[in-house]
């Protein structure tokens, strides 16, 4: 039986100190390098990189040869945090336990940290000397897919599609499409960059993006689910907010016992997916499951 | 005798051609793309994506080898006037005589489509399918160069000192560095990669650079001097706005007639680095000289 916390544990410690080390090499002005280290070290959980590492080991990579997007797709999901959370679009003051990042500096400052944060991603993402050519070329793919699944019609179209969406009623496929775009989309790019870093086939890469497009999903209902259940104290940040900004949720739309049990239809989905997989996928199999119970 | 005017005009259809294409086949929410296309193409003057162009001939390079880097370099430029424009930053009402985008949309699209364009320049930098190790080898390096330049080393630097040291007195040395790092290292990178894009000898590449940091800074003393004695009408944008704010300016710490004297300087270096290139860099030589006449 895969023992999951200290795996987790393990992966999280390896991110942290990769990251640690990026920020302990980069020169450049004090206030900047001090927002973009308060808010990447704010004790995130990893979800990302940790996804990205344990899709490497599914294909039989290792970890190392995934590390560095590992950290790039975390700068990436910080990045979009920093942003989210300015008065101009949520106007969080809270984040994982922690004032947000334009209440401990400001907002000059934070909109900087999120570029700079953004911008990071590809210059690590760039910094490593291929030496054959199909090396290079995976590196390009993954620059694109991350870059694709971050921009304009990812990511960014799923935040600007949440915020105008505000108080108007979304139908069920919209919702999902919002959040296909505004966690899964990067979700989906961690796994398939691991994958690809550790040279996994074309059949294996397609089984792993069911896999994230469901646990995706899973993971966005429990978001909504722990914003409206969830202990603050616990979550590190405030809940209720989503009713009170009028936010079309999961809860909100279907209820919360029939959010559950989509998400383990997403779950099952997810499993399937990896059924061709030896026991190297049983991280991302123990992952899917840890979903549905997580607390924060 | 080259004449620059009709060879300025030439790539720039070229560049908004090509930026025309990459919006017009965008497909993402409707409020993001028009918010990006009205910056995008809010008639700015290409100087990054033209010496990225004009560097990759001045090689013996072809324009094709270099066009998308090219429109990459626009959409980061484009990006930082969006998010430096914003009422956090420099509260900017009009650029290039329209609305900012903030103004013309709001703060939260503004955000999201600075947030766009800088990824996006990533997605077009990581589109080209390489053929050979070498081309997809120089292709990372110019991501990492970009990424680089635009980054918590670079622009995003410069302008979070920019912003602090409003108010304050710097020396010549301290404004030297914010210009060098806020718009010195793009086009430095702009240069760079057209050169790398165009397969010029390292040689070549020390010379550009040289070439590129001397045109920078005489790029932005001239900016200085348009902000206090430009007219508004050809500006397109408002001038005296740097001494109502008490920025550091080269008009503010040495007055007009040593600032024109350090700006024939640097062209002289310039000009001296192209010392050994051949007439397939005589747009170079051009743009140099046609930094200390412009009055946009």
Redesign the interface.
Known sequence: MFDLIPYLEKKQKLVNDSLRQIINH????E???SA?NYSLMAGGKRLRPILCLAACEAVSGTYDQAISAACALEMIHT?SLI?DD?P??DDDKLRRGKQTCHIKY????A??A???L???A??I????K?K??EQ??N???V??NV??A????GM??G???D??SEGTQLTLDQLEKIHLLKTGALIKSAITSGAILGYGTSIMIEQLEIYAENIGLAFQITDDILNVEGDPRVLGKETGTDQNRGKNTYPALLGISKSRELIKGKINNALQALDNFDNKSDPLRAIAQYIIVRKK
């Open positions: 980069t020169i450049s002005h206030r900047l390098v973009v990045y942003h300015l101009a679009m400001d907002d000059a400052t909109i900087l999120g570029d700079a953004l911008t990071y590809f210059q993402l760039s910094s490593n291929p054959t050519y290079a070329a590196w390009i793919t620059i694109n870059s694709t971050a921009g304009i019609g960014v179209e935040q600007i599609r915020v105008t």
